[in-house]
């Protein structure tokens, strides 16, 4: 009990804080306070230093200098992570645009460019059923003779003549290479000033719009009856995977990106089932 009076008398009570003059022993006042009031500026004191030592650990300079948490080495292994998974999504992507690359210049048709994952429920197909319905089969049977005595509009398709398509220039310029199996130059260089346009030659879909060192900026059109068209060393593309473009429609612009481009030019390959074709055959630059 006496210390609790002891304690509140401090709070309540006035102090003086004064100094003396060592000539003529004057007291002099400085402040004058009450109790409660150090108390005061203590605590304000502490919790400012408390605050600014909080941030500066947290994050400042001195965050370095702390020992690492579990939670920040889980953290990181958990970036790790998705970073590595993140990474072999990509390549996975990369293997299945070489192999498709790799069929439509062995003359196989390639309508479109999908990536489903191995675990992806979204893309079930092992509980669909095939089987066919009545209704159907009376479907089938009403188109079919419907048909019967129809011409298609394809009857020409096993044929696949090249001559019955007509070509858009691809690029005003001027030719400077000319096709040549036995250089194995498998296209033809024309010259034109930088930015030109280039266009597609035919109405297609885009099989591949990508940059790589050789041939730098490079697009790869399908068309029907398995024509492929290719484009390279663009300043840039306008065009990505699995567009569909018309004929005559801007796919890029000209430049000299790659390796092997010596100047502003487009280098332009005609394919038909997996064999090159000489453009100059049909199409008039």
Not at 237 to 254: C, L, M, P, Y
Request: charged share 20%.
């Amino acid at each position: 009990m006496k210390y609790l009076n002891s304690l509140s008398r401090f709070f309540v009570g006035s102090y003086k804080l004064s100094s003396t003059d060592p000539s003529n022993l004057e007291d002099k006042k400085v402040v004058v306070f009450k109790g409660y009031k150090v108390f005061f500026y203590f605590f304000f004191i502490f919790f400012a230093i408390a605050i600014i030592v909080f941030f500066l650990t947290a994050y400042g300079p001195l965050n370095g200098f702390l020992p690492e948490t579990n939670n920040n080495k889980k953290r990181e292994v958990i970036d790790l992570i998705v970073q590595i998974d993140s990474l072999e999504k990509k390549l996975l992507l990369n293997n299945q645009y070489i192999n498709m690359i790799g069929g439509v210049l062995r003359g196989e048709v390639v309508d479109s460019f999908s990536y489903f994952e191995e675990n992806d429920t979204s893309f079930n197909f092992n509980n669909l059923d095939l089987s066919i319905s009545k209704e159907d089969s009376i479907l089938r049977k009403s188109v079919f003779e419907e048909d019967r005595y129809n011409i298609s509009v394809d009857y020409k398709k096993g044929r696949g003549v090249i001559q019955d398509f007509v070509f858009f220039n691809p690029v005003e310029g001027l030719v400077i290479n000319s096709f040549n199996l036995n250089e194995k130059h498998l296209g033809v260089d024309i010259a034109a000033h930088s930015g030109a346009s280039v266009k597609s030659c035919l109405d297609g879909v885009v099989v591949f719009a990508d940059w790589s060192v050789s041939n730098g900026n490079t697009i790869i059109i399908q068309h029907a009856e398995n024509i492929i068209s290719l484009y390279m060393h663009n300043e840039n593309i306008t065009k990505g995977n699995n567009d569909f473009v018309r004929a005559g429609e801007v796919i890029g612009f000209v430049g000299n990106s790659g390796e092997n481009s010596s100047g502003p030019h487009l280098h332009f390959e005609l394919w038909q089932s997996g064999v090159p074709i000489n453009p100059l055959e049909y199409i008039n630059f």
